[in-house]
Nanobody, 119 residues
Framework: QVQLVESGGGLVQAGDSLRLSCAASGRTFTNWVMGWFRQAPGKEREFVAG????????TYADPVKGRFTVSRDRPESTVYLQMNNLKPEDTAVYYC????????????WGQGTQVTVSS
């Protein structure tokens, strides 16, 4: 049973940094892809960043490019999202997700962690 547990959210001011963590357990994640999504009030959930488990290849949504960095620590089975220069529009619940390498959709989700950025 895959389990994803996020942590690290909080209330910060614009320009500050936060690092989110996602502890992944329940199986080995070889050939899987780990992702971060977010959902702001009244908006649909959107992709933020993704990273391949094997090579650490990262992809980013345009609004966060240059400010966010996604990474994974394979021995610790943890995925990170380093968020710098945070903006009020980054306020959302952030979710960790996982999918098999050949799957189209993310099938496993964490419970989410709130990030609030004040202006």
């Amino acid at each position: 049973q895959v389990q994803l547990v996020e942590s690290g959210g909080g209330l910060v001011q614009a320009g500050d940094s936060l690092r989110l963590s996602c502890a992944a357990s329940g199986r080995t994640f070889t050939n899987w892809v780990m992702g971060w999504f977010r959902q702001a009030p009244g908006k649909e959930r959107e992709f933020v960043a993704g990273v391949t488990w094997n090579l650490g290849t990262a992809t980013y949504a345009d609004p966060v490019k240059g400010r966010f960095t996604v990474s994974r620590d394979r021995p610790e089975s943890t995925v990170y999202l380093q968020m710098n220069n945070l903006k009020p529009e980054d306020t959302a619940v952030y979710y960790c997700a996982a999918r098999r390498g050949g799957a189209r959709d993310y099938g496993y989700w964490g419970q989410g962690t709130q990030v609030t950025v004040s202006s």
